[in-house]
């Protein structure tokens, strides 16, 4: 079953300033990663993705990172606007057909 | 492009009552579409996985005859909430992947709200 209670983690930055969301995936063998923003109320919204051969993707204003010696994937968003205040998740997949699995989310705040 | 809507976007009904929510490509076909469901503050859990023509995959512990998938084309797919209880209420998100291809993103429906009184 799901879990209860789970309180998503929160980055507040200043509008202007540059974003860095964190996320760390569970399978080595995960083909591609994508982010996706999620708005109160609405549906992911698909920002941008990476396949597992790179190890860097610049689209606009935000940047992919990722590092599969730790398994780690990060977001950077630049120039942080009001309207870029989300949830973002990180998504693993290549794993099973088409099926994606997202990690917990990270809720950006971005102060003006 | 890559548009996905689903319909309808809140509903609220009494228990016992089914439900059914729509999941459309409006602009593209996809072979495979997805279910999930979302609780306040969580993340996205994938319920089933729906390929056009066939019976849906469901996850473990999802009660396919409790949620009812027909993907009947390669633009729609229903989700059916059977004999709906308070705790069924939830998010309910759907996705859309064109397939035929190596890296095949996810485009997600607006989501439908689902409250059981």
């Known amino acids: 079953g799901e879990s209860v209670g789970l309180h998503l983690p929160t980055l507040s930055v200043q509008e202007g300033d540059n974003s860095i969301i964190n996320c760390a995936y569970s399978?080595?063998?995960?083909?591609?990663f994508i982010w996706y923003k999620q708005e109160s109320g609405k549906g992911p919204q698909f920002i941008i993705d990476?396949?597992?051969?790179?190890d860097k993707r610049q689209g606009q204003r935000v940047t992919v990172l990722l590092n599969k010696t730790v398994k780690h994937l990060s977001l950077q968003i630049a120039a942080t606007q009001p309207g870029d205040s989300a949830v973002y998740f990180c998504a693993e997949g290549g794993n099973a057909g088409n099926m994606l699995t997202f990690g917990g989310g990270t809720r950006l705040m971005v102060k003006p | 492009g890559a548009v996905v809507s689903q319909h309808p976007s809140w509903v609220i009904c009494k228990s016992g009552t089914s439900v059914k929510i729509e999941c459309r490509s409006l602009d593209f076909q996809a072979t495979t579409m997805f279910w999930y469901r979302q609780f306040p503050k969580q993340s996205l859990m994938l319920m089933a996985t729906?390929?056009?023509?066939?019976?849906?995959?469901?996850e473990q512990g999802v009660e396919k005859d409790k949620f009812l998938i027909n993907h009947a084309s390669l633009t729609l797919s229903t989700l059916t909430v059977t004999s709906a209880h308070p705790e069924d209420s939830s998010f309910y998100i759907c996705?859309?992947?064109?397939?035929?291809?190596?890296?095949?993103?996810?485009?997600f429906g607006p989501g439908t709200r689902l409250t059981v009184l």
């Open positions: 399978n080595s063998a995960s083909d591609y």
């Open positions: 996705s859309a992947a064109p397939g035929g291809g190596a890296m095949d993103t996810q485009y």
């Open positions: 990476i396949r597992s051969n790179m």
């Open positions: 729906s390929n056009e023509g066939s019976k849906a995959t469901y």
